[in-house]
């Protein structure tokens, strides 16, 4: 461990895989490192590494005027709070712990109440990226809690602060984790169809990273049209769209394969041709989703 003096000290809460990373990060760069567990042996396994073991989580608080929550759940995290009690005053507290962003508000409440300042965050990457640009953090609460405490969570990846509201970072977390298996749950129906028809499922792949390259100037014009109210055929209109979605499903149902999702995209796409929109595009079809 190599020693900075003029480093603040730091409190990890829960030595899971991401926990443990993020304790070890903060040691191997010089913090003095305070960490707790429920299951005290795997806090004892940092205590080699020069972190400071406490016997309870209240302990751990007033160790640190920075502590990180990194749990399983938000459950456990109330369950810490209601342990750590008063002895979070004057303390800043992280959560880096998954969550809705009510969650993340009734936390943010609960510090405020207990005169502690509050900050919720999330965690995209893998353990052993923790503390490189491969990681990366969502932040949101209180603007002036979050820019004291920036340099330290910095150590940690790239950050992104996504506002005051509490419930942000939770937002965006769950909006991206969700879009990615939204997207491989679709991937692998389609490789089931490829499969079917005999062709290399590798290849198809290749050709198919290749196509998604385009995806991203779409999905940005789409937002904007989304924003504005003004819908133009961006993958064509609804009309010409409507009779292809019927080959797609055909298709698949001919191969026995999942159609349920090229359904519900057929079904909005006839309920808003229905409404006389039938020459705007595939956009479009979220003032259904937004009613």
């Known amino acids: 461990m190599t020693e900075h003096i003029d480093r603040p ?20 760069r010089g913090y003095r490192t305070t960490v707790w567990n429920r299951t005290a042996d795997k806090a004892e396994a940092l205590a080699d590494a ?38 979070a005053a004057g303390h800043t507290l992280v959560s880096l712990t998954s969550g809705s962003p009510a969650q993340a508000r009734a936390n943010q409440t609960w510090a405020a109440a207990h005169g502690a300042a509050y900050v919720d965050g999330k965690i995209m990457g893998d353990p052993p990226a923790v503390g490189t640009a491969r990681v990366s953090l969502a932040f949101s609460g209180d603007r002036e809690t979050f820019d004291a405490v920036e340099p330290v969570l910095q150590e940690l990846g790239s950050l992104t602060y996504h506002g ?14 969700a879009m ?17 028809e005999g ?16 995806y991203a100037g779409l999905l940005t014009m789409m937002a904007g049209a ?13 009309d010409v769209q409507a009779a292809l979605m019927d080959d797609l499903i055909g298709h698949r149902e001919s191969a026995g394969v999942e159609a349920v ?11 808003r041709i229905a409404q006389g929109h039938g020459d705007q595009g595939f956009s479009s079809m979220y003032e259904l989703l937004r009613l």
Do not use: C, W
């Not at 509490?166 to 909006?175: K, L, Q, S, V, Y």
């Open 180 to 196: 990615g298996y939204e997207f491989l749950i679709g991937f692998l129906h389609t490789l089931n169809l490829v499969e079917r």
């Open 199 to 214: 062709m290399d499922l590798e290849a198809f792949t290749e050709r198919l990273a290749g196509s998604l390259n385009g």
């Open 261 to 271: 999702r090229m359904r519900e995209v057929k079904s909005l796409m006839d309920r």
């Open 9 to 28: 000290a730091v409190t990890v809460i829960g030595m899971g895989n991401m926990g443990s990373a993020i304790a070890r990060t903060y040691l191997e």
């Open 226 to 238: 989304i924003k504005s109210g003004a819908y133009g055929p961006d993958l064509g209109s609804l």
């Open 50 to 87: 020069g972190a400071v073991v406490t016997s309870t989580a209240a302990k751990a608080v007033a160790a640190s005027p920075l502590t990180i929550v990194s749990l399983l759940d938000n459950t456990a995290v109330e369950d810490v709070l209601e342990s750590v009690g008063q002895t």
């Open 164 to 177: 005051t509201d509490a419930g942000f970072a939770a937002a965006e977390f769950n909006a991206q984790v």
